[in-house]
């Protein structure tokens, strides 16, 4: 046990704080709370770090009075083996810092255990020059005169200078002040350089943790260096690499090695010849058979790192100390170099035979502190590790020291080969490193718009391949298609999807193929009790369908792709309708009077509504409309419309005279007025022998216009919203021009609603904007009877049989991957010929592929609604894989064969689970690296249901096997 020492007792008598001991807990914590408000940090001042898990027990006793006095201040939450603070501790979380004069005034009161008090001084944040305390100091290691057995830890502050640091050595190994001493600093086997700048900083040295420093002592006029022998200049560039002879009766070796053996924890090591082909010998003789020590849900790390660490061409770069000459440590978008050396120290664990397995602790420090995403013990995606590793790695060690600007470009009317060759060399003046030199090819991308054809081909550099994969458990989607033509009856359609991952836009796509109706043209609701209950976006998944819900699909006009839609609907007034018990609302809606969908742009005004409605209304309902409408009158309360509000686009009509087709150029489309079209604007009128009680009406659709629009002919024209016309038997049109909104407001009460179905409050009928609107409700004593609405045809893909997919070669997953797409409507893709945006087909395809590829199984899905992992076999061949077929270079076909060397495999579900890792070694045998486990294993285990990232080798092709 320890307390204040004399020193901290006459300090501490001039503190603000009380120092009797009598005082109530309360008066303790009101004391120490003041204290702790009027502290500010001063640069120079010391504060102190407390536990937590102390703190929480002094709070309780203090704060809360919960008469459980706290023993003496203890760290035992927040120290290492070693008595050390651990490393990533939170501020806040894991402990607190509090100044001298708490410090004091608590171990007065509680005394203070041994190893617990940890004083840490107020620094000058270089990079937001505001003061903080440091709380986590830097640790070396340091060796005296070369001598392995004087090697000791120590902590500096990353403000210390060189020279505060040469006094700190001088202080450990007890060297006299009247002596001189340099400092060496010790970076790797080959890299070695001198501190000769007592004023540098420590946090400016570019030093890592557990880094070696050397102190060394001048003897008789002479130093122990001098007495090294230099080696050949492969070893460093320029520095040379110090062979100490007889550093301190040690034996003959490199001090440089003896560096690199302290930062591994051996005891020693030897060399003979070039520092760095020695290294390499030492490093090869091992067979990479080293595990990873788990440090908490880092297996995901340790998948990913064996896996690189298989990569012969990579591994020999590092272990060979190649990657010194292209350290790129000024690199304002790299690691400083950091990642590219901690990395090869790894890999030389790793490679070196001596030990089963190592804890990538530095590794894991220097990841989190380029890579936040990383930091803590939370489970991550080893892909997504593999990719910022290799991506981080490459800024390290780009040869490229200043970048110049490059525009990025489109192919033209350039020839692909011509094209793809010009953004290789335009990625190249940027980016040159191994990484791109082994890891890196090109993937061709081609847009065309669906309006104007336009083809737009780019060319960009791909790192690794991410491969969709089908979701083996399908369903059948039965969706019932209403068209324009209403002497058409309804058809009911089977598309086969993927059950959890489809979306609406996956289904149009798929229906559009079935009907012969564009997908933007098709707009996605569910029904229930004869009504439009919920609307479908083309974002929405079809897994969140309801057990039972009947899904329908309107076919809509023509309209731009930045026009809302907004489903009508018919309602029978209150007056009209028998109510019985709660199912009275559900009464007014009758199956035979259909729905129908109104496109408009955004700014539409209510007129522009009515009037479209209308148009709309007698195209799609025809003569039942025309009959109705002249026996109702709102005057008589007859008729009455509601307009709702629950979708979300709205397309416009046109009239059967092609001159008055609505242009969509125009920005007036919808401002044509009433008076502007009296001559031409369509009334509603009796049809004769109509029976208007039984909704029993002639079928053929706009047989009763009044005489100023005249009879409609057997080919009618439909008009759309392009200003097409479209001549087709019996296919109701849609009125452009003036459609009168004094109808709509007279034979219906119209109303707008805030949702799809009409439940809840309305609008209120004086809002001019409705903007938010939803759907619309016309509401009459009297509706409409299309009975052909009723009786839908079922399409014989509706007996499809469902198979769920239990395996899949990848040449499958490669197909996907090269099969057009198109673009959803939250992301579509800016047309420079139309200048507007569209939903263009998009196809990406590998133009060329690099010597290493690596290959992503797109296992897991997300979106708003769910996250799953998709489990199918993928069957992949362990020798020969030829995807000549999928390379669109024609003269990059017969290099794309491979060999596969290493598989990261995530076993479980999103939760959590595990991941291991397959690697094969230079011997053909295949081994499982568990983290810290590693056994041999059997290569038919190798292809599984958790393979999930799969690294392959480019090798020769024989000569017996033709690329396609």
């Not at 496109?599 to 709309?616: E, G, K, S």
């Not at 509601?642 to 150029?665: F, K, L, W």
């Not at 239990?806 to 099969?819: E, G, H, L, T, Y």
């Amino acid at each position: 046990m320890g307390g204040l020492n004399g020193d901290a007792m006459d300090a501490s008598r001039d503190t603000s704080l009380p120092m009797d001991k009598q005082l109530e807990p309360k008066e303790e914590f009101d004391a120490i709370e003041k204290a702790l408000k009027t502290a500010e940090l001063v640069p120079g001042d010391t504060w102190y770090v407390v536990g937590k898990g102390w703190w929480k027990e002094w709070l309780g006793y203090t704060a809360n009075n919960n008469g459980v006095r706290p023993d003496s201040i203890n760290a035992r939450d927040i120290i290492d083996t070693k008595k050390r603070l651990k490393r990533m501790l939170v501020s806040d979380y894991h402990y607190i810092v509090v100044p001298r004069d708490v410090w004091l005034y608590l171990t007065y009161w509680y005394m203070c255990e041994e190893d617990a008090e940890f004083a840490r001084t107020v620094v000058v944040d270089p990079d937001t020059a505001a003061p903080k305390v440091e709380v986590q100091l830097f640790l070396l290691r340091a060796v005296k005169d070369g001598e392995m057995d004087s090697l000791v830890d120590l902590s500096v502050s990353v403000n210390s200078t060189v020279q505060e640091l040469e006094d700190q050595l001088r202080s450990l190994f007890d060297i006299d002040s009247v002596d001189d001493c340099q400092l060496w600093n010790f970076k790797d086997e080959a890299f070695t350089r001198k501190l000769d700048n007592p004023d540098a900083r420590v946090g400016d040295l570019k030093l890592f943790k557990n880094q070696l420093i050397c102190i060394e002592v001048e003897s008789y006029g002479s130093w122990p260096s001098d007495m090294a022998s230099y080696q050949p200049q492969d070893a460093m560039d320029g520095a040379g690499a110090m062979m100490v002879s007889g550093y301190g009766g040690s034996s003959t070796g490199s001090a440089a090695a003896a560096a690199a053996a302290a930062s591994t924890g051996a005891a020693s090591a030897s060399a003979q010849g070039s520092p760095r082909k020695d290294l390499h010998a030492v490093a090869v003789q091992g067979t990479g058979h080293t595990g990873l020590g788990n440090l908490g849900n880092t297996c995901f790390m340790n998948s990913g790192l064996q896996c690189l660490s298989h990569s012969i061409p990579l591994r020999d770069f590092f272990l060979s100390h190649a990657y010194v000459d292209d350290l790129n440590e000024d690199n304002p978008i790299g690691c400083g170099g950091q990642l590219a050396t901690t990395f090869a120290r790894l890999l030389a664990e790793l490679w070196s035979g001596r030990r089963s397995s190592v804890a990538p602790h530095d590794f894991k420090h220097v990841i989190s502190k380029f890579a936040p995403q990383f930091m803590g013990y939370q489970q991550h995606d080893s892909q997504e590790l593999t990719a910022f590793l290799l991506d981080g790695l490459h800024e390290d060690l780009n040869r490229v020291k200043k970048k110049p600007f490059v525009e990025a470009q489109t192919a033209g009317d350039d020839p692909d080969h011509v094209a793809a060759q010009a953004a290789w060399e335009r990625h190249l003046m940027r980016n040159q490193s191994i990484i791109v030199d082994k890891f890196q090819g090109l993937f061709k991308s081609k847009l065309i718009c669906p309006e104007c054809n336009k083809v737009s081909v780019t060319f960009d550099p791909m790192m690794y391949m991410p491969l969709p994969l089908p979701d083996k458990s399908m369903k059948l989607f039965e969706v019932t298609v209403r068209f324009l033509d209403t002497t058409r009856p309804p058809v009911t359609y089977g598309v086969l999807l993927p059950q959890r991952t489809s979306s609406v836009a996956h289904l149009a796509m798929e229906l559009e193929d079935l009907c012969g109706i564009d997908s933007s043209r098709l707009y996605f609701c569910t029904w229930y009790s004869n009504r439009i209950w919920k609307t479908m976006q083309s974002y929405n998944m079809l897994s969140e369908l309801y057990t039972g819900d009947e899904l329908i699909a309107f076919e809509t006009i023509p309209a731009p792709a930045d026009y809302i839609k907004l489903p009508v609907m018919f309602r029978k007034s209150d007056e009209s309708v028998t109510y019985s018990y709660s199912y009275s609302n559900y009464k007014r809606y009758l199956a035979e009077s259909p729905p129908f969908v109104v496109p408009l742009p955004r700014t539409a005004t209510i007129d522009d509504i009515r009037r479209q409605v209308h148009a709309t209304l007698i195209a799609t309902t025809g003569a039942a409309v025309s009959a109705m409408g002249s026996a109702s009158a709102r005057g008589n309360g007859a008729a009455t419309a509601v307009v709702s509000s629950s979708s979300s686009t709205m397309a416009s009509g046109a009239d059967v005279d092609d001159e008055d087709a609505i242009d969509p150029d125009s920005d007036d489309e919808f401002e044509q007025t009433y008076q502007d079209n009296q001559a031409k604007k369509a009334t509603l009128s009796k049809a004769d022998g109509d029976d208007v009680d039984g909704m029993d009406v002639d079928q053929d659709v706009g047989a009763d216009r009044d005489a100023d629009a005249g009879s409609a002919p057997d080919a009618q024209q439909v008009v759309g919203v392009d200003g097409d016309v479209d001549s087709k038997p019996g296919v109701a049109g849609v009125v452009a021009g003036d459609a009168s909104a004094d109808y709509i407001t007279e034979a219906f009460h119209i109303q707008f609603y805030y949702v799809a179905n009409t439940v809840g409050q309305a609008i209120a009928e004086n809002e001019t904007d409705i903007s938010n609107a939803k759907s619309i409700m016309l509401e009459a004593d009297s509706l409409p009877n299309v009975p052909q609405w009723l009786n839908a045809e079922t399409h014989p893909s509706c007996q499809q049989r469902v198979t769920n997919i239990n395996s899949i070669p990848i040449s499958d997953c490669f197909r996907r991957f090269a099969s057009p797409e198109k673009l959803s409507e939250d992301n579509m893709w800016y047309c420079p010929e139309c200048k507007e945006h569209r939903q263009a087909t998009k196809t990406m395809v590998p133009w060329s592929l690099p010597d290493q590829l690596i290959i992503q199984l797109k296992r897991f899905s997300y979106n708003s609604y769910f996250r799953e992992k998709i489990s199918t076999l993928v069957d992949f061949p362990l020798r020969g894989l030829d995807l000549s077929e999928f390379v669109a270079d024609p003269d990059a076909k017969d290099a794309a064969y491979y060999d596969l060397y290493a598989v990261s495999n995530h076993m479980g579900g999103l939760g959590g689970g595990h991941y291991t890792a397959y690697c094969v070694d230079e011997s053909g045998d295949w081994y499982h690296y568990d983290d810290s486990w590693v056994t041999r294993s059997d290569m038919s285990k190798v292809v599984s249901v958790s393979s999930y990232v799969l690294y392959y080798k480019r090798v020769p092709r024989p000569a017996h096997i033709v690329s396609v």
